[in-house]
């Protein structure tokens, strides 16, 4: 399966942006979704994981969801701030036929402007 | 604190194989919760992921790069490595090698800081 996120989005400082990362086949919580955050010249760090958990130390301004009725998993970063900017990749996980691959979306470029 | 740490050549030449070693200190691969994994990404473009490794042996490498990818491990060593061979010119990228944990959950972000990969004759 593959996962789908928009390209881009931007928004101002302060507001609230909603990354979505929508699963091609498969159900959406059949298996935990991840969110990464990247920035310039940096290994991606973790912001979210199993759908809506987040890693100590990242600021509850960040949340995960999934909505089953549109197969997709959501990052919501509320009260924007110019540091959140960066790529956001989302992940899963295919253990379809006894396999067990990590599949990552395309990523997602925030702009905080 | 574990630490992860790539290397090998930075340019390969089209139709060669690539030799990537990951060098893991800090802590010990011998756990049964852990996968040692490649992920690489493409200069301006996304995250691929490449393979995983147990400390066992056992792999799992992406569909789509499966006849060109071998992964093994030296827990002796505290490494691991990636070799790739048919390398052409959409192979370029920076090389992560990471800890994943499968199926889920965290543990801490341990990645390797990246090897840039350069095809070119």
């Known amino acids: 399966f593959m996962l789908t996120q928009p390209h881009s989005v931007s928004e101002s400082p302060g507001k609230t942006v909603t990354i979505s990362c929508t699963r091609s086949s498969g159900n959406i919580a059949s298996n935990y979704v991840q969110w990464y955050q990247q920035r310039p010249g940096s290994a991606p760090t973790t912001v979210i994981y199993?759908?809506?958990?987040?890693p100590s130390g990242v600021p509850d301004r960040f949340s995960g969801s999934i909505d089953s009725s549109s197969n997709s998993a959501s990052l919501t970063i509320s009260g924007l701030k110019t540091e959140d900017e960066a790529d956001y990749y989302c992940?899963?996980?295919?253990?379809?036929?006894?396999?067990?691959?990590?599949?990552f979306g395309g990523g997602t470029r925030l702009t905080v402007l | 604190q574990l630490q992860l740490q790539e290397s090998g050549p930075g340019l390969v030449k089209p139709s060669e194989t690539l030799s990537l070693t990951c060098s893991v200190s800090g802590d010990s691969m011998t756990s049964n919760k852990y996968y040692w994994g490649w992920i690489r990404q493409p200069p301006g473009k996304g995250l691929e992921w490449i393979g995983s490794?147990?400390?066992?042996?056992?792999?799992f490498y992406n569909p789509s790069l499966k006849s060109r990818v071998t992964m093994s491990v030296d827990t002796s060593k505290s490494q691991f490595s990636l070799k790739m061979n048919s390398m052409t010119a959409a192979d370029p990228a920076v090389y992560y090698c990471?800890?994943?944990?499968?199926?889920?959950?965290?543990?801490?972000?341990?990645w390797g800081p990246g090897i840039l990969v350069t095809v070119s004759s």
């Open positions: 990471a800890r994943l944990l499968p199926w889920g959950g965290h543990s801490g972000d341990y």
């Open positions: 199993d759908d809506d958990q987040r």
């Open positions: 490794i147990d400390y066992r042996g056992t792999t």
């Open positions: 992940q899963s996980y295919d253990t379809s036929n006894h396999v067990l691959y990590w599949v």
